[in-house]
């Protein structure tokens, strides 16, 4: 594992005393570059090999962060560095034009949050486009090709939001506007399927749930859509706490103006029209990675099952599983779970324990027949009480009786048992199926965080159901449904023969 490098802050103080205090609090978290002119800043960040994590206004005025020369500049050449403004403190009308122009990404006031500052220049650090990826599983974007860019105003006083929309019909035609009444109204409207809903503008004083919960919640299911927040009380702790913790696009003052809000909506429109391309390139990108890693890992364990099994089944029982595993749908993968990938300790710990299960699960084996069992032998055996109500045996164990424990495992994950057997007897062969489909997780070829034992021991199961089918000269059918399997097992019996 490489050594750990601090992020890299920059620091521009507007006095002696707020470049101390800054200091003090993050010097062990962070690389701290401190400068007291503009210039020295920009200097330093077209010498540095990468851009900083983040650039920190300490000790300065809101009034003065609205005009500044060198906020500005990082906002158009440098994107991708966090803009955040401490300040002694804010005054709402100050904070409303900062979000305008667009100069800043977080402010804080005295007195300070250390942890709060410290989490948000953290999570900049991480989220740098030198590590690269996916934020986690967002809902794919609507395909609303040909479609007009829809506007929704929410607030709880629905005869001035009718009104409002009445003004901004008549003064435009290149967007819709829809109306909600409450919060759980607006997250109606945004859960109707190709609703090409591209802003929400909500009052933060509602009834239930408030405007910025609502904001917080689109910000995790719906990231493309802008957020604008909007209140008729100067609340500025609200304001602030929606910038830095909510990221809003805008804090809009009461009383609404359709004059005012007109060019506020057109621009929060091209904003989503860039956060759905930018969302969309990359999903492709992280899919991309995905496959190239799911690849990877199915070569694994190929490579590590196939000693453990030669002397038992074929290879063809081994990639018939599998297939099997990697025809079962998976959630998209993230950019934690990439990341999590990169470090090969889990990517190897999750071939070890599934290998090390096999092991264990094959030790208990004994009395293969290649011939098949007999027909009233076999029959019991699912017909008859579940393998975990008989009595307990010392390994070894038959491989039906594996079997039998193996199928058990995965119907009691599913949620079902022995009774939704459905068996099918005729003179040489048996059919055996779960009348319902299982309930099957993608665990060994998903994207991964960390490693589930329940998921990874139903797995094992599903692989010595395959295993023990083929001992028994039998075979398993299996059709993936979403995360669903369709599973049935076919064995050959001896007829008339109860051993």
């Known amino acids: 594992m490489g050594h750990f490098h601090s992020p ?49 206004i300490a000790g300065c005025e809101t009034s003065t962060a609205i005009n500044s020369a060198l906020l500005a500049k990082a906002r158009t050449q440098y994107p991708t560095v966090l803009r955040v403004l401490i300040t002694e403190r804010v005054i709402l009308s100050e904070l409303v034009a900062l979000l305008d122009t667009q100069v800043i990404d977080r402010c804080f ?26 934020t986690k599983h967002q809902p794919s974007l609507p395909n609303t090709e040909g479609q007009r860019p829809v506007v929704l105003i929410v607030d709880d006083e629905p005869a001035a939001t009718k009104y409002l929309i009445r003004q901004l019909e008549h003064l435009q035609d290149e967007f819709s506007l829809l109306s909600a009444d409450t919060a759980e109204a607006a997250l109606e409207h ?41 209140s008729a009380w100067g609340e500025v702790d609200v304001a602030l706490n929606a910038v830095n913790e909510g990221r809003i696009f805008r804090y809009q003052k009461k009383p609404w103006q359709a004059q005012t809000l007109l ?13 759905a391309s930018a969302l969309d390139n990359t999903r492709c990108e992280t899919r991309k990675r995905f496959a190239e890693l799911r690849l990877q890992r199915h070569g694994r364990l190929l490579d590590h099952l196939r000693p453990i099994l030669s002397s038992q089944v074929p290879d063809t029982t081994l990639n018939a599983f599998l297939d ?24 190897q ?44 045996s010392s390994p070894p164990c038959s491989p039906a009786e594996l079997l039998g424990q193996a199928l058990n495992t995965l119907l009691v994950s ?46 094992a199961a599903l692989l010595m159901l395959f295993v023990t089918t083929s001992l028994l000269g039998g075979d398993v059918s299996a059709e993936a449904d979403g995360q669903c399997l369709h599973l049935a097992i076919t064995l050959p019996v001896l007829p008339g023969s109860g051993n």
Not at 204 to 228: C, F, N, T, W, Y
Not at 351 to 369: A, H, K, P, T, Y
Request: hydrophobic share 40%; net charge negative; aromatic share 4%.
């Open 190 to 230: 945004l859960r109707t399927p190709g609703a090409p809903i591209a802003v929400v503008m909500t009052d933060q004083r509602m009834p239930g749930m408030q405007g910025k919960e609502l904001l917080d919640e689109l910000r995790q299911s719906h990231p493309a859509v802008v957020r604008i927040l909007t």
């Open 414 to 459: 599913s949620g079902l048992d022995w009774s939704h057997l459905v068996l099918t007897e005729s003179r040489d062969q048996l059919h055996v199926a779960p009348e319902q489909p299982l309930r099957i997780y993608s665990h060994l070829l998903a994207p991964l965080t960390r490693l589930s034992d329940p998921l990874l021991e139903q797995q």
């Open 109 to 134: 006031e005295q007195p300070l949050d250390p942890d709060l500052i410290r989490s948000h220049l953290l999570t900049a650090a991480l989220t740098s486009p030198e590590l690269s990826g996916q």
């Open 324 to 347: 099997t595993v990697a025809s079962i749908d998976h959630l998209p993968a993230a950019k934690a779970h990439l990341r999590a990938s990169q470090d090969m300790h889990l990517e």
């Open 349 to 392: 710990e999750l071939v070890r324990r599934f290998c090390d299960r096999v092991r264990q699960e094959l030790s208990r084996l004994e009395n293969i027949v290649p011939a098949g069992p007999g027909q009233s032998r076999m029959t019991s055996l699912f017909s008859g009480t579940p393998p975990q109500e008989r009595a307990t």
């Open 8 to 56: 890299a802050v920059l620091l521009r103080y507007h006095s002696e005393e707020a470049k101390q205090t800054f200091e003090a609090l993050f010097a062990q978290d962070f690389s701290i570059h401190a400068f007291s002119s503009d210039e020295a800043v920009l200097e330093h960040i077209v010498a540095a090999e990468a851009p900083p994590a983040a650039l920190v």
């Open 263 to 275: 060019p506020l909506f057109r621009e929060a429109i091209a904003r989503h029209s860039e956060l």
